[in-house]
């Protein structure tokens, strides 16, 4: 693991501190910045920084962190807190505070909801967009989450919808097939890597409840109903789509971002699921490297 260039501890207006990681050369303003913003909520951003951090070798200043209520950051109880206007409102703290001239915004999974709606209300910020293994409609979500579930057997998905139903969900059967799917649509590799293992030991599940659901294939949170796809023409900055052939948030949900985008990329990688930087790095870097460079280039 590669160690951070610098690690700060920033204070936010609500008196709680969120854990910033540095990696590459110090911020100025002519500084080619990549910010990632990672899935959850509520999960330690060791997976994506550490899968990221190579491009401190291509020139790139590369900045994590630790949303607020996981990882490094404050981790407070009040459930008010876990709102996705909260969220938007502390990564624009944040590049205040470190003084960031223009990113390039790679959010993950739930770092696509995220990074879509900082995109739409501080698009100052942000020159280029990767929405990697994202969704930007949950209610089509859902219905693709229907359909990852019932390939497992009208068995077990009747199964599932009733333990859920009943509030049942801790039993080993319902967990066997949570755990089923993640195998096939979180992570394909036999062995997970460290960094995704460390930060799902680690997750706070108080945000990732309250907004999303109990798992990955329940969405009954806050976010249920979000839907921003009639809104993202106006993201008019070069973005670049990303999804595995196998993941979680489906190829169907990453074209529909796409076709939301009036200045987009699409690419799906065939051997992954919901992890194309861990599954087929070499695939998925031969396509991320050139995209961040031609933005270098054009703000040369």
């Not at 108080?206 to 659901?213: A, K, S």
């Given at each position: 693991m590669r160690t951070p260039d610098e690690t700060s501890f920033l204070t936010l207006r609500s008196g709680h501190r969120i854990c910033v990681d540095r990696?590459?050369?110090?911020?100025s303003p002519t500084s080619e910045v990549v910010l990632l913003a990672n899935g959850g909520p509520g999960l330690p951003c060791d997976y994506l920084r550490d899968a990221h951090v190579r491009l401190v070798d291509h020139g790139?200043?590369?900045?994590a962190y630790d949303q607020l209520g996981c990882g490094r950051s404050d981790r407070p109880t009040d459930a008010s807190l876990w709102t996705l206007e909260r969220y938007v409102d502390?990564?624009?703290?944040l590049c205040a505070m470190l003084a960031?001239?223009?990113?390039?915004?790679?959010?993950h999974s739930w770092g696509t909801w995220l990074g879509t709606e900082f995109c739409l209300r501080h698009p100052q910020r942000v020159?280029?967009?990767i929405a990697a293994d994202g969704a930007c409609d949950i209610p089509h979500l859902v219905q693709e989450l229907h359909r990852l579930r019932s390939a497992l057997g009208s068995e077990t998905a009747t199964m599932m919808i009733r333990r859920e139903a009943e509030g049942t969900i801790d039993h080993p059967e319902y967990h066997a097939a949570i755990t089923l799917l993640n195998y096939r649509h979180v992570c394909r590799l036999d062995q997970w890597p460290e960094s995704l293992q460390r930060s799902?030991?680690?997750?706070?599940m108080?945000?990732?409840?309250?907004?999303?659901?109990?798992?990955e294939f329940t969405y009954t949170g806050n976010m249920k109903d979000w839907n921003r796809l009639p809104a993202m023409r106006a993201i008019e900055i070069p973005c670049l789509v990303i999804a595995g052939q196998y993941d979680e948030l489906t190829p169907a949900c990453a074209r529909k971002i796409h076709d939301a985008l009036p200045n987009s990329r699409l690419v799906i990688f065939r051997n992954s699921s919901h992890m194309p930087f861990y599954e087929e790095p070499a695939a998925y870097f031969d396509v991320l490297l050139p995209f961040l460079d031609?933005?270098?280039?054009?703000?040369?």
């Open positions: 990696y590459g050369p110090a911020i790139y200043s590369v900045i502390e990564l624009a703290q960031l001239p223009r990113v390039q915004l790679l959010g020159k280029s967009y799902l030991a680690d997750w706070n108080g945000p990732y409840v309250t907004m999303q659901g109990p798992n031609a933005q270098r280039a054009v703000s040369a």
